[in-house]
Every structure is written in structure tokens, then in C-alpha cells.
């Protein structure tokens, strides 16, 4: 699995605006990785808002704007699962491409929980349900919260 090595964050978030940014595409999926990033944000203590969109193309747009309406960081969370077609390479490169400059452009961080997927199977792996192996929505709001308080303290 993808998730070996990684590391173990544990950060006061408290003080912190976070609003988490979620696609609507693969219910049950998004609905894990939604969950494992609250609980983590709630654990930390951050103010956390949630705002859906219908998928994964429309998250960059939606975590600027959030980051620019005052919030500290945005952790974004979608599905996208390989079909037929070349649409999973468009999206997924627009998405992902469009989170970096939203970080760089607001100097802010994106907790980047967008799963590229070549089949369910792989989603449910990662979406922190019961039976999954990973928990890449906890993953997300673990970099984003971490991420924002290193820069909170860079800038004072």
C-alpha cells in the first residue's frame, strides 16, 4: 500500500478556519474520506466547514474561493475512477494541477485527498471505512492542519 512510512501528525489546530471541500461523485467513498478528515479536524480542535460540489473538476475553484473568503486551509476530497475514456486522465491532471495553484496562488495550504483510481476496490481501500487499509481523507486534514500551522508560525 501507498501509505507505508508515512508519518504520524498529531497538531493543535485550534484558532484555525478549515473548510473541507468535497465532491459528490462515489458516495460511499467520498462519504469516508469526509468523515476521516472531520474527525481528525475535530480532534485538533479547528472551526471547520464543509462545502460539496459536484465533483472533482469543480474543487479548485471552490478551495480558492474558500481560502479567500479567510479560511486557513482547505483539505479537498474526491473520486475519480478510470473508464473507457481519456475524461479520467483531463480530470484528474485539471484537479490536481488546479489544487497546486490554488496552494501557490494563496499561499495557503490544500490537504489534497483527490483518489485517482483504477477501480472501486482501490477507493474503498482508502476511504477509512471499516475493512480499509488506509484513511486518505484523515491523511488530507492531517497535511492541511500541519501545513497551516508551520506557515502561521513562519509568518509571525
Do not use: C, N
Amino acid at each position: 500500500m501507498s501509505g507505508e512510512g508515512s508519518p504520524t501528525l498529531s497538531v493543535d489546530g485550534r484558532g484555525l478556519s478549515i473548510t473541507i471541500v468535497a465532491g459528490r461523485w462515489h458516495e460511499v467513498i467520498t462519504e469516508g474520506l469526509l468523515a476521516g478528515a472531520r474527525r481528525v479536524l475535530d480532534a485538533a480542535g479547528a472551526e471547520v466547514a464543509i462545502v460539496r460540489v459536484p465533483g472533482s473538476f469543480e474543487l479548485p475553484v471552490v478551495a480558492k474561493a474558500a481560502l479567500e473568503s479567510g479560511a486557513d486551509a482547505v483539505v479537498a476530497l474526491g473520486v475519480i475512477i478510470r473508464g473507457g475514456t481519456p475524461h479520467f486522465e483531463y480530470v484528474s491532471a485539471a484537479a490536481t494541477d488546479g489544487l497546486t495553484r490554488v496552494a501557490l496562488d494563496t499561499g495557503k495550504p490544500v490537504g489534497f485527498g483527490l483518489l485517482t483510481l483504477d477501480d472501486e476496490q482501490q477507493g474503498l481501500d482508502r476511504a477509512g471505512l471499516e475493512g480499509s487499509r488506509e484513511d486518505k481523507g484523515a491523511e488530507a486534514a492531517e497535511a492541511a492542519i500541519a501545513t497551516a500551522v508551520t506557515l502561521r508560525a513562519l509568518r509571525r
